[in-house]
Nanobody, 121 residues
C-alpha cells in the first residue's frame, strides 16, 4: 500500500503564493508519476500538473507560468509551488501518485486525502 500525505494548503489573498507538498510512503513500491489534481465545488476533478521520475512536467493551461511542480525522488516527495494565485484556483487539491509493485509489476493509482486552497481577499 502507498499512502500519500499532503500539506501546505490554506487561505491566501489574490496574487499570493502557497507551496503544497506531498510525500509518498511507498514501502517496496516504486513511484513513477506524481501529480496534483484539484476539484472546485460543482466541478469535476481536473489535472493541475504532473511530473515523471525523470523530471518531465506537464501543466494545465490554466496554471502554466504560475505553478511549478518539482520532486525529490529520494524522499518520494512532490512540491507544487503556486504563485500569482487567483480566486479561480480555489479548490481542494489532491495529490496523486502512480506506483508499481517490483515483483508483479502491477500498477496502482494512489490518492491523498486532499488539502483546501482558498484564494480570497
Amino acid at each position: 500500500q502507498v499512502q500519500l500525505v499532503e500539506s501546505g494548503g490554506g487561505l491566501v489573498q489574490p496574487g499570493g503564493s502557497l507551496r503544497l507538498s506531498c510525500t509518498a510512503s511507498a514501502g517496496i513500491f516504486s513511484i513513477t508519476i506524481m501529480g496534483w489534481y484539484r476539484q472546485a465545488p460543482g466541478k469535476e476533478r481536473e489535472l493541475v500538473a504532473a511530473i515523471t521520475r525523470g523530471g518531465t512536467t506537464n501543466y494545465s493551461d490554466s496554471v502554466k507560468g504560475r505553478f511549478t511542480l518539482s520532486r525529490d525522488n529520494a524522499k518520494n516527495t512532490a512540491y507544487l509551488q503556486m504563485n500569482n494565485l487567483k480566486p479561480e484556483d480555489t479548490a481542494v487539491y489532491y495529490c496523486n501518485a502512480a506506483s508499481v509493485h517490483p515483483m508483479t509489476e502491477m500498477r496502482y493509482n494512489n490518492w491523498g486525502q486532499g488539502t483546501q486552497v482558498t484564494v480570497s481577499s
